[in-house]
């Protein structure tokens, strides 16, 4: 059983940057790949990034690429959301998920654990 556990959403303006962590405890000493998920209110969970177990391998949605970023320290068993040039369309909660992958990929079925999530807020 792994836990998961997301801090660092907050209110920022259009523009700006926002950090997200996701802190894993539990059985982490399997391969898990990780991966961040997104929930806009009336909109299904879509995928956003996610990086392998080594973090040599990164996947980003098309909407996110060239903005945000994926990263993890496996010594804190934290994988991180570097978020820039925010937009509006940003806005929604953001999940963290690990999953025992041999190759990424953005079906939300694929991940077995799941954080509660943190809310990230963009103005206009």
């Known amino acids: 059983q792994v836990s998961l556990v997301e801090s660092g959403g907050g209110l920022v303006q259009a523009g700006d940057s926002l950090r997200v962590s996701c802190a894993a405890s539990?059985?982490?000493?399997?391969?898990?790949?990780m991966g961040w998920f997104r929930q806009a209110p009336g909109n299904e969970r879509e995928f956003v990034a996610a990086?392998?177990?080594?973090?040599?391998?990164?996947l980003y949605a098309d909407s996110v690429t060239g903005r945000f970023t994926i990263s993890r320290d496996n010594a804190k068993n934290t994988v991180y959301l570097q978020m820039n040039s925010l937009r509006p369309e940003d806005t929604a909660v953001y999940y963290c998920?690990?999953?025992?992958?041999?190759?990424?990929?953005?079906?939300?079925?694929?991940?077995?654990?799941w954080g509660q999530g943190t809310q990230v807020t963009v103005s206009s």
């Open positions: 998920a690990a999953g025992l992958l041999s190759t990424l990929v953005s079906a939300t079925r694929r991940y077995d654990y």
């Open positions: 539990g059985r982490t000493s399997g391969w898990y790949a």
């Open positions: 990086i392998s177990w080594t973090g040599s391998s990164t």
